[in-house]
């Protein structure tokens, strides 16, 4: 008898029951592990090749989405990433190998299709939807370097004030200097360069 019926019982009061635990959301690991498992499940049932390329797609999907689950964050996309690799995937592929290969194959059981049949619909659903999923995880990436690139082009695009980099301020090396070797300072009496040439004595000259 536990400690609390005990108490209970000797006050008369109706013992709470304990809430039940919550249980924790899986990890990328877990939900690594459970894709390998399902790899696990389909090697050894030895499952027709219709329904091993699909499931091949769909646990190549949810392994590519698992590492950007955080651009989901906890959205509905989200849970159906984790709930497809632990639940609804291992559990289509189970339903299907705890049935005789023959008469899974064969056997209309619902609406004209067999099992493998309804199989093959499940993964394909399953398919889509991740592709949808890792789609949209993708477009979030893209979204985010769209915008970082019109920032960029906003601060430092032709229509800037800048047009550059603001790199701060630099020494720079100082401007050449452009004058005739032979020109003397401003008023002295060297040779000038601003007016005509003048032909040397003796050769045509006065």
Not at 34 to 46: F, I, M, S, Y
Not at 73 to 80: E, I, T
Not at 93 to 109: E, F, H, K, M, T
Request: net charge neutral; aromatic share 4%.
């Amino acid at each position: 008898m536990a400690l609390g019926d005990f108490f209970a019982r000797l006050t008369g009061r109706r013992a709470e029951p304990e809430p039940a635990p919550v249980p924790r959301a899986p990890t990328t690991q877990d939900l690594l592990d459970a894709l390998v498992r399902v790899e696990q499940l389909v090697a050894d049932g030895a499952v027709p090749g219709v329904v091993a390329s699909r499931v091949g797609r769909v646990v190549r999907t949810v392994r590519e989405t698992i590492p950007r689950l955080g651009n989901l964050g906890g959205s509905a996309q989200a849970y159906s990433v984790m709930a497809t690799a632990t639940d609804y995937l291992p559990e289509a592929i189970g339903g299907y190998l705890r049935l005789p290969r023959q008469w899974a194959d064969s056997r209309p059981v619902d609406k004209g299709k067999t099992s493998l049949m309804i199989l093959i619909d499940q993964l394909d659903l399953l398919g889509a939807t991740m592709d949808k999923v890792f789609d949209a995880v993708n477009r979030a990436d893209a979204a985010a370097l769209v915008a970082h690139g019109r920032f960029l082009q906003e601060k430092f695009g032709t229509g800037s004030t800048g047009g550059g980099l603001a790199l701060g301020r630099t020494t720079s090396t100082p401007a050449p200097d452009l004058a005739p070797p032979d020109a003397g300072p401003a008023g002295s009496s060297g040779p000038s360069t601003g007016g005509p040439l003048q032909p040397p004595p003796g050769r045509g000259g006065a």
